[in-house]
């Protein structure tokens, strides 16, 4: 197991992460492998390359957020490794008391949630690839990452220039995407930006139908991994667009589907597709500043 030398941010939790035989209580049996192990592989599909591995969809840089501050340790594979054995055997304060360690020691928060939070969700998916943790363990160490994300949500800055300018996003799941922790992540990035954010984690499209009946949007964010119900994102987006109280909105997706598949962006009837954090909101503020001066 790798370790940070001398990093004073674990040891704030009192002791090692411990390895994974024990932090995942027990390996899969022989049974539980065999066991419905194509339905799993699909969701773990959804939830890793989907949505973690797409660079976290419109998330963007806090370059004029946050003050730049050098860090006193890297976030590397190693720093990785370590947090993602914590999610695992440590309760969410021991977690929560690491992050505040590593800001202490100049880590920005831009990098929490893309070198730390990101590829710890993504390494995690890969023990259970590996076969060293179960599914069930995969689930409830995300669950402890998205509630992480939301306390530090609680504490974050915000663009209040931005803000004054009204932008708002709506975020949602393609049709059949089951894990909504990039869309987690994706709302706090918007937030710490400036934007008024709502997510609509169900992926319904009554939910998504009414929210953009009862609020005006400047943004609809998707993301999608799977083409299993591609034929069902098209109409979507048209009955969005028809129901949106702004008639301009703006559709932007992102995810494995179209990185791998980028001609379906146009097929789909969306505007753009994002392909990194930086190039998405790029986008999204220069289409609401063009549709602003028309």
């Not at 004054?164 to 393609?174: E, I, K, S, V, Y």
């Amino acid at each position: 197991m790798a370790s940070l030398p001398q990093s004073p941010a674990f040891d704030l939790c009192g002791e090692e992460p411990e390895q994974l035989e024990s932090a995942s209580g027990r390996r899969r049996s022989s049974r539980e492998r065999a066991q419905s192990k194509r339905e799993q592989s699909d969701q773990l599909a959804r939830l890793v390359e989907g949505e973690i591995i797409p660079r976290l969809m419109l998330v963007h840089s806090q370059a004029n957020v946050e003050e730049r501050r050098p860090a006193a340790i890297a976030l590397g594979p190693e720093t990785t490794e370590k947090f993602a054995l914590y999610t695992l055997s440590s309760g969410q304060e021991s977690l929560l008391a690491i992050i505040g360690g590593l800001l202490q020691q100049g880590v920005s928060m831009e990098a929490i949630y893309l070198d730390l939070l990101g590829p710890t969700a993504r390494r995690l998916g890969e023990f259970w690839s590996d076969d060293q943790v179960s599914f069930a363990d995969v689930t409830i160490a995300l669950g402890k990452l998205q509630q992480i994300v939301r306390e530090l949500s609680l504490h974050g800055p915000v663009d209040s220039g931005a803000a004054a300018n009204g932008r708002a996003a709506l975020f949602a799941p393609a049709p059949g995407e089951q894990h909504t922790f990039g869309l987690v992540i994706i709302e706090e990035f918007f937030r710490r930006s400036g934007w008024r954010t709502w997510t609509e984690l169900s992926g319904a499209i009554e939910e998504i139908l009414a929210a953009v009946q009862a609020h005006r949007f400047d943004l609809f964010g998707m993301t999608a991994s799977s083409d299993e119900r591609l034929d069902q994102i098209a109409p979507m987006i048209m009955s969005i667009r028809r129901a949106s109280r702004n008639r301009d909105i703006t559709v932007m997706v992102g995810g494995r589907l179209f990185l791998e598949q980028p001609g379906l962006v146009a097929t789909i009837g969306a505007d753009a597709m994002a392909t990194d954090a930086k190039e998405a909101v790029l986008k999204a503020e220069v289409a609401v500043r063009q549709l602003a001066r028309h």
